[in-house]
């Protein structure tokens, strides 16, 4: 099974560009700002999925689909998936807001008429269980009681069925400090649960614009790039949030041989490389 992951596509209405902050050397250097045409990037990327060798079993979105949450916004999001020539399955990021969500997914089927937008998906020989960390109106993002009950449950139910955890904020410090004040808040307590279940084989998240692995709690939790603007990469705990101008990417997770491998994929038109020395 191949399962391709593309995240954080921040789409606007048609004809709309998102405009980030590219540049900051200190908290209080001048900010410079780029804008970045959200809905293009998608598209090449839904073009490079579609003409991938062998082509995904699914797609997977992990969280913020959109910019405001906005009705117009999810419809110009479903017009740009449409062409993927396979099942699609998305989750809600910070950047999302619920019923706009459900109300335009409502057409495909998986997720529940009421409540968190948390669902499994059970059709592959890996099992998808897909989670909300959305706090409406904030960037940081949780698992309440009841949305880790729901989840200690469903992975009760299947004990011997590999399984993928689909979720927007990563659960595990990134060491990009403006990242990490508006993660996952109450991390520890999903630990407890993983832990419990070791047929959980990766964690897969979003919200951090670049590809970072790292082992928790018994399994490996990683963030996938975006499908245009990335992240500055800056560890100095001090370090302004900024976007650059990298290439976008997605994910493609293989399940082969009782394993899952990870790959993660450029995609776009870019310079090419300077030949190699004779």
């Known amino acids: 099974m191949l399962i391709a992951q593309v995240s954080d596509t ?19 250097a001048e900010a410079v700002y780029a804008e970045f045409d959200t809905a293009a990037c998608l598209a090449r ?79 592959y020989p890996l099992r998808l269980v897909a989670l909300d960390t959305l706090i409406a109106g904030r960037h940081d993002g949780t698992l309440c009681p009841e949305r880790l009950g729901w989840l200690d449950k469903i992975l009760a139910a299947q004990p011997d069925r590999p399984t993928v955890i689909l979720m927007h904020h990563p659960p595990f410090p990134t060491a990009i400090a403006y990242m990490d004040e508006h993660g996952l808040a109450n991390a520890a307590a999903f630990a407890e649960i993983v832990a419990r279940h070791p047929q959980v084989e990766r964690i897969l998240c979003g919200h951090l614009h670049r590809a970072i692995d790292r082992r928790f709690a018994g399994t490996v939790a990683g963030t996938a790039p975006a499908t245009a603007h990335q992240i500055r990469l800056n560890l100095c705990p001090d370090a302004p949030l900024s976007f650059v101008a990298e290439p976008p990417g997605y994910q493609l997770h293989l399940w082969q041989d009782g394993g899952l491998i990870t790959h993660t994929a450029l995609f776009g038109d870019w310079p090419a490389p300077s030949p190699l020395p004779a």
């Open 45 to 123: 990327a839904v073009a490079a999925l579609n003409a991938a060798v062998p082509r995904p079993d699914i797609t997977v979105v992990t969280g913020d689909l959109v910019e405001n949450g906005e009705p117009a916004q999810y419809e110009h999001l479903l017009t740009l998936l449409s062409p993927l020539r396979m099942p699609v399955f998305v989750i809600p990021g910070n950047h999302d807001s619920r019923e706009p969500l459900r109300e335009a997914m409502r057409g495909a089927g998986y997720f529940p008429a009421r409540g968190y937008l948390q669902y499994t998906v059970e059709d």
């Open 10 to 28: 921040h789409i606007l209405a048609p004809g709309k560009l998102y405009r980030a902050r590219v540049q900051a050397s200190s908290p209080t």
